[in-house]
């Protein structure tokens, strides 16, 4: 299933005034990871339908999404969304998936209105890879590559294919999606930054499961204009890992060398 029509709502349900709900909603088969759905599907569904409920004046400045189980795939879902408080400047929303009576994903998004101010620091984050012509892909190997990289074009310039026990533990290249959509929008590069494999992967010899704990994006500028199937730049680090726990962070640009996004996060390998 494209992209785009898993990101499009229903018409929602109100039930209150700060509070609205999309039922069922499901996942298919080629966007599952392991025994869930790919994280960045959901993470970009539930923002979907956030966003239907933002002003248009306010930015998002910052995206957190807790994976707390499994959701079941073709498996009926709702998404419920409320909006914690509306300020003048701010305004904060929390959405999730309840799947079986059960909590599957939190999300909690952070909107700000752009504001005149003295106070300017400019990110200086800066890369020199070139966009592939010919990208060096994670292989589709039966049983072992998550069905959901299908739907994306990942180019690994720095780092091991994973499970190859190398001794790095970072990620440099690139990313699009493979049936691109018209244009990456919030919700699609919500969806394609979680796309990258955990950094600590290449370090095992063998298989293993890993499991996103917690994902925070912070989002530099308003949302860029950037084509459907332009590239994007990504560099991920790997911060400290010990007791089966790794802490990574990652930078993305966009198909003009603007940094436009900032992402962290904590992931559980059980190796």
Known sequence: MHVNQLLSMPENKATSETSWLYNNLSIPKDWSQGRTSYGGIS????FSAIQEHADDAQCLRAYTTNF???IALETPFDIVVESLRVGKNVAQFLGKIVQDGKTCVICQAVFGTPRAS??????KDSHDMTPPKKGNFIPQIPKVTPKFLRHFDLSVEGGGMPFTRKKTSHYHGWMRYKEAPESVQMAHLITIIDAWPPTLLQMLKWPAPASTISWH???LHPMPDIAGDAWLAYQA???QAN???GHTEATIWSQTHQAIAISRQTVAIFD
């Not at 993470?43 to 539930?46: E, F, Y």
């Not at 003295?118 to 990110?123: F, G, K, L, Y």
Request: negative net charge; glycine residues 14%; aromatic residues 10%.
């Open 43 to 46: 993470a970009g569904m539930v």
């Open 243 to 245: 007791d089966g726990y």
């Open 217 to 219: 994006i912070d989002f």
């Open 118 to 123: 003295n106070v300017t620091v400019a990110n």
């Open 237 to 239: 680090d790997t911060r």
């Open 68 to 70: 707390i189980g499994p």
